[in-house]
Structure formats: structure tokens, C-alpha cells
């Protein structure tokens, strides 16, 4: 019974353990509203500010980013990646998965599929926390196989445990690297990356903050503006030839069982009525 006991007070440490290092706020972060929440929508109203880019991008080359997010030790989703997952879905990037750090081979294999299939596929690696390392092998393996990753991003990358995961790797074409300023656990700069420090942070509060989101937007955006998509407009139409109308025979008069038809001219007397049939004579 001691060691239930002892099992169960470990287990609701280490529950709590995120809001140790990340504080309550991190939970609670809201995910702030871009002034355009529709891609569909192009023109805004002034007073709204101007139109963010993301939303001035076609959706066919959105359509191309893909997108992966890894979670790093944060099993109670404290540092909210999933709903930066739903940040980027509403933005039109609807090709973002989200997975944990373990899931790198499961993504790997899907990659290989997506660039057989698509030829302007683009990928962005994000890994936060202690999914940085895992990232950046999933980007190194993939670089062996001869794809290229567009953009490699860090969100307070730690436990890098091999030289290689703190450095750019060959096949990706920008690093970026997101940090706090946690107490305990935090990121650190990164070489041949973009440095992005986010003052006054926890660790967890890392993934939904607006700084972070703000990158981004930037950087999956930047990757889509890349893509030599054209908008297909609709074909003008023509003018095809018009038909022939057909002129019909000629009733000069009416039978007189069709005399009800007529209008009463005289007041009320009757109305001679006489019927001629029409020339059977053929069209020209």
C-alpha cells in the first residue's frame, strides 16, 4: 500500500511538473485573432489595420506546405501546440499534423509519399521542446533521401544530447530558433539560425505566444509565396452563332369554336369570325 502510495504522489509530481516550469499562464494562454480570420477575405476595412500576408496568398499554393509539429515532454498539452496546429488550420495552411517527438519515423514515411506525389510539396519541421533533437534528425534523414525542408524551427529546443542537433542541417534552407527566458528549463541560441528571444517567458508559454505565432505565420507564408502557383481563372465566353427562328404559318383567322378567344369589339353583338389555313409553302 506504502508503494501505491509513493507511486501515485510521484506520478501527480510529475503531472505538475509543466506548471512548475511553465507557470499556470501557459495553460491558459489564448491564441490571439489575426484581423482577417477568413483566407477568402482580401479587402478589410481600415480601421481593422492593414491585411495580414498570409491572407493575400492563394490557397492552391497553401495547399503545397506541409507542415509537421512535434511535441516535446509535455503530455498534458501545457504548452498548447495543438491549438497552434488549429492556429495554422484556420489561416488556410490545413496540410499542419501534429504529433509527439516519437512519432519522426511515422512523419518520415509520410514525407517520402508527399514528395513522390507532389512535386511542389514544401515542408516545415517545428519541434518544441525536447522534440528539437528529434526534428532535426527527421531533417537530417530526409536530406540523405534528397529532399529538401524549407524551414527547421525550434520552439525553446532542449535535451539536445548530439553535437549535430545544435547546428543547421545541410538540406534545410532556414533555421529559426525560438527561446524564453524559463528559470529552470529554457532554450539557448542556436548557430546558423535566426535567434528569436521572447522576454519575460516560461517554457511553456513558448508555442502560443503571439511572438511565436507571428514568426510562424512569417515563415510558412514565406515558403508559400515561393510556389510558382498561377490563379486559374474561368475561360471567357463566346458567342457561338445563334439559331434560326422559325417563322410560324400565318392564322389570319380563328375557327369559330375558337371564337371565345376574341375580344368582344362590338359590346356584346356577335363577332363573324372566319379561318384560313396557313400556306403549307416551305421555309427559306
Not at 74 to 85: A, F, Q, S
Not at 140 to 165: A, C, H, N, T
Request: proline share 10%; aromatic share 8%.
Amino acid at each position: 500500500m506504502a508503494g501505491m502510495c509513493r507511486g501515485a504522489t510521484t506520478g501527480a509530481l510529475l503531472a505538475l511538473l509543466p506548471f512548475a516550469l511553465g507557470g499556470c499562464q501557459a495553460l491558459l494562454y489564448p491564441l490571439p485573432n489575426d484581423p482577417v480570420p477568413n483566407t477568402s477575405k482580401i479587402w478589410v476595412d481600415p480601421a481593422d489595420g492593414p491585411t495580414p500576408e498570409w491572407a493575400l496568398v492563394p490557397q492552391q499554393a497553401k495547399n503545397h506546405v506541409y507542415v509537421y509539429l512535434l511535441n516535446g515532454n509535455d503530455p498534458l498539452n501545457t504548452g498548447n501546440l495543438l491549438g497552434v496546429r488549429d492556429y495554422l488550420h484556420q489561416r488556410g495552411f490545413v496540410k499542419t499534423s501534429y504529433g509527439q517527438q516519437f512519432h519522426g519515423p511515422w512523419f518520415e514515411a509520410e514525407i517520402l509519399a508527399i514528395h513522390q506525389a507532389d512535386p511542389l510539396a514544401r515542408f516545415v519541421l517545428v519541434g518544441f521542446s525536447a522534440a528539437a533533437g528529434p526534428t532535426n534528425q527527421l531533417a537530417r534523414r530526409l536530406g540523405e533521401q534528397g529532399i529538401q525542408v524549407d524551414r527547421l524551427v525550434y520552439l525553446d529546443g532542449v535535451f539536445l544530447f548530439r553535437f549535430e542537433e545544435w547546428v543547421k542541417p545541410e538540406c534545410v534552407e532556414k533555421f529559426v530558433n525560438v527561446q524564453s527566458q524559463g528559470l529552470l528549463v529554457h532554450g539557448s541560441p542556436r548557430e546558423g539560425a535566426e535567434n528569436v528571444e521572447i522576454d519575460g517567458t516560461g517554457h511553456f508559454d513558448v508555442p502560443s505566444h503571439p511572438l511565436t505565432l507571428q514568426v510562424l505565420m512569417r515563415e510558412v507564408t514565406d515558403v508559400a509565396k515561393q510556389l510558382p502557383i498561377a490563379v486559374e481563372m474561368p475561360p471567357p465566353l463566346r458567342e457561338g452563332p445563334r439559331p434560326t427562328p422559325l417563322v410560324a404559318g400565318t392564322v389570319h383567322h380563328v375557327p369559330p369554336e375558337w371564337g371565345f378567344l376574341q375580344p368582344d369589339l362590338a359590346g356584346g353583338a356577335a363577332v363573324s369570325i372566319s379561318y384560313k389555313p396557313a400556306s403549307t409553302a416551305p421555309r427559306r
